[in-house]
């Protein structure tokens, strides 16, 4: 595909939370709790007006669903500031400095004064209503597979409590996040190709390690993106949290946006327009309780209803493919689902033979008036639910008759996106009275500038220098989260740093695209595990064995896992006896096959104690008892 005669447009913003003592604004420590809360608190979100009398239509789809939202807490990590009943504190000197750093590091130009604003936050996860953020800096620029990329502003945010929970009635979210510090880098929207956005996320990442102030682990660091094509919308998707997908959802993205377009121009040419769909929703609730099919019956259960919505002129088109894995009849549906919250929402070409017989279909078009020329949808639920949905559905109807309608999406694991909300309204954003301008002074930016951290080219030097890796696996380190957590487990532990290196990215990479939640598993067991690999307890053979034990069992340590899988290494006299004792039971290979017996003799040694011998181990025993007999 070519991007660039698409007009495709991308513009990061990457989110990264920093290596703090304190929170943004108060003295709690930025750390996670476990176990049940101390207490809980609740909230309800209504939206206000703005000075010109309108609603923010973000804040207006959040209010429709009436949920409640429950904060939990404890004391040691969150205080009456996160609660939203006290002031907020000044802000943290040193998540300042951190952002300062990265302004200096990148050529940006830090602002003279920090005013701190309030930005609209709709969906709950801030007690407030909103998120305190500031600028710090302007400009600047990242370089990525040798091209210069602009920067358009550094900021400084609290970062928003993290959702545990969610029903019909209640979103439960724990504030033990809400006020850590996160730094924020927006792109100028100048990347063309789903590459370019991969690389210049992997370099503001690898840059912002580099500073060595930022925090590691799983959601430490999120992309959100914004992506457009020529004719299309500037669509929003927030909340990646793996680097390698940024490619794919962006190629998926312009194929939807590709697609959208070209559906629009069809239904055009088909004479629609969008006042010739109307709001004319059909009860099909008797009809359906008669029907046979009990799929059918049991989602009537609950005085649940039947309703219809016929979409003249959209024959054929809801089974359209936008991108892989995604129609536009399934895109329809995400969007009702997210406005009336019907739990079942169909067309009428996704009922299958077993569901609906030729009598009963012919009935279900005959009472809605649908003719091969038109789709219709069907939607179970309680009533005020269906009418909702069929509402959602009819204002998406009209939209894909226009082109592309600007929103925001959220990742699926596999690249392709899904509805999550409306894009929020320009006047967002409003002066936080209660903390005072922060002045940056000409003093704090020379005091800044003198201590700047080692650049990632200078660190692939050192790396492969100090610890002896190749050119490709010291990139890789830095590359990855574990940059600053490599060098301290190879000055901590006696394992080789080579080894190290290579668990930490190409195996821990390996496990996750086998499905291992290995990026849950604690720095603290991968500390004790590679202490032991140096001092020998265990092979390096057993290491992705372990981390898979582990992953499943996070509060386990790694002398547990040794235990559970029988992995403890063998002593060097067992494993002699044990080499013996496979030679002579094949001694018929042995003389048959000479020479050549030694491999397939390997195979079966090893068989017998992979994860706790060495194979070097193995082969200088085997070549020494094969050796003695021939002598």
Not at 141 to 152: M, V
Not at 470 to 495: C, G, M, W
Not at 592 to 602: H, K, S
Request: proline residues 5%; charged residues 30%; glycine residues 8%.
């Amino acid at each position: 595909m070519d991007y660039r005669s698409l007009g495709l447009k991308i513009g990061l913003e990457i989110h990264q939370e920093l290596e703090t003592k304190h929170k943004l604004f108060c003295r709690c420590p930025p750390r996670l709790f476990k176990g049940d809360p101390e207490y809980t608190f609740k909230r309800r979100l209504r939206p206000s007006q703005s000075e010109l009398g309108e609603v923010d239509p973000a804040a207006l789809f959040e209010f429709i669903h009436g949920k409640t939202i429950v904060y939990e807490a404890n004391r040691e990590t969150s205080c009456l500031v996160e609660m939203d009943e006290e002031p907020p504190g000044p802000l943290d000197e040193e998540a300042l400095d951190t952002c300062l750093i990265f302004a200096l590091m990148t050529g940006s130009r830090p602002v003279d004064e920090i005013q701190v604003m309030r930005k609209i936050v709709v969906d709950g996860s801030n007690t407030t209503g909103f998120q305190r953020t500031c600028v710090v800096s302007i400009g600047g620029s990242i370089e990525a597979g040798g091209r210069t990329y602009g920067l358009e502003q550094i900021c400084l945010e609290e970062d928003a409590a993290r959702k545990v929970d969610e029903d019909d009635e209640t979103i439960r979210y724990r504030i033990d996040r809400l006020g850590i510090p996160l730094i924020e880098v927006s792109t100028t929207p100048e990347l063309h190709s789903p590459k370019e956005a991969e690389e210049v996320a992997l370099a503001i990442g690898r840059l912002l390690r580099a500073t060595g102030r930022v925090r590691r682990g799983l959601g430490t660091i999120r992309q959100d993106l914004n992506i457009s094509i020529e004719g299309g919308a500037q669509i929003e998707i927030k909340g990646l949290q793996e680097l390698e997908l940024i490619s794919k959802v962006v190629e998926y993205e312009a194929q939807r946006q590709l697609s959208l377009l070209s559906i629009a121009s069809e239904l055009r040419n088909r004479g629609l327009s969008p006042s010739d769909l109307k709001e004319e929703f059909f009860d099909l609730t008797d009809l359906f309780a008669s029907m046979n099919s009990p799929t059918i019956r049991e989602a009537l259960t609950g005085g649940r209803r039947v309703m219809a919505l016929r979409l003249p002129g959209f024959g054929g088109l809801l089974t359209r493919e936008l991108c892989p894995n995604l129609t536009l009849g399934k895109e329809m549906a995400d969007r009702a689902r997210a406005w009336g919250e019907a739990k079942m929402i169909l067309h009428i070409e996704e009922f299958s033979r077993g569901d609906l017989s030729d009598e009963e279909l012919s009935s279900i078009l005959s009472k809605t008036m649908t003719t091969d020329r038109d789709a219709l949808f069907i939607v179970i639920d309680e009533e005020e639910r269906c009418r909702r949905s069929l509402q959602a559905l009819l204002v998406r109807a009209r939209e894909a008759i226009l082109g592309v309608p600007s929103e925001t999406r959220a990742p699926n694991p596999d690249g392709t996106t899904r509805y999550t909300r409306p894009r929020p309204g320009a006047a967002r954003m409003y002066p936080e009275t209660d903390i005072f301008p922060i002045p940056i002074t000409p003093e704090r930016i020379e005091r800044l500038k003198a201590a700047l951290p080692e650049t990632p080219q200078a660190k692939l030097r050192r790396l492969m220098e100090d610890y002896h890796l190749n050119e490709k696996l010291a990139r890789q380190v830095i590359d990855s989260v574990y940059s600053e957590f490599f060098e301290e487990l190879a000055k901590e532990t006696r394992a080789s740093p080579t080894v190290i290196a290579v668990i930490l990215t190409e195996t821990m990479k390996s496990l996750e695209r086998e499905g291992v939640r290995v990026g849950g598993v604690k720095e603290e067991a991968l500390r004790s595990l590679f202490k032991l690999l140096g001092e020998g307890e265990l092979t390096k053979e057993a290491i992705p064995e372990i981390l898979r034990w582990i992953s499943a069992n996070p509060e386990a340590s790694p002398e547990q896992a040794l235990e559970a899988l029988g992995l403890k290494p063998i002593s060097g006299d067992e494993l002699r006896l044990l080499v013996k004792k496979q030679v002579e039971e094949n001694m018929e290979m042995v003389a048959r096959m000479g020479e050549r017996a030694f491999g397939p003799l390997m195979g079966i040694v090893m068989s017998r104690v992979r994860g706790r011998a060495k194979p070097e181990d193995v082969q200088l025993l085997l070549k020494e008892t094969l050796k003695s007999l021939s002598s």
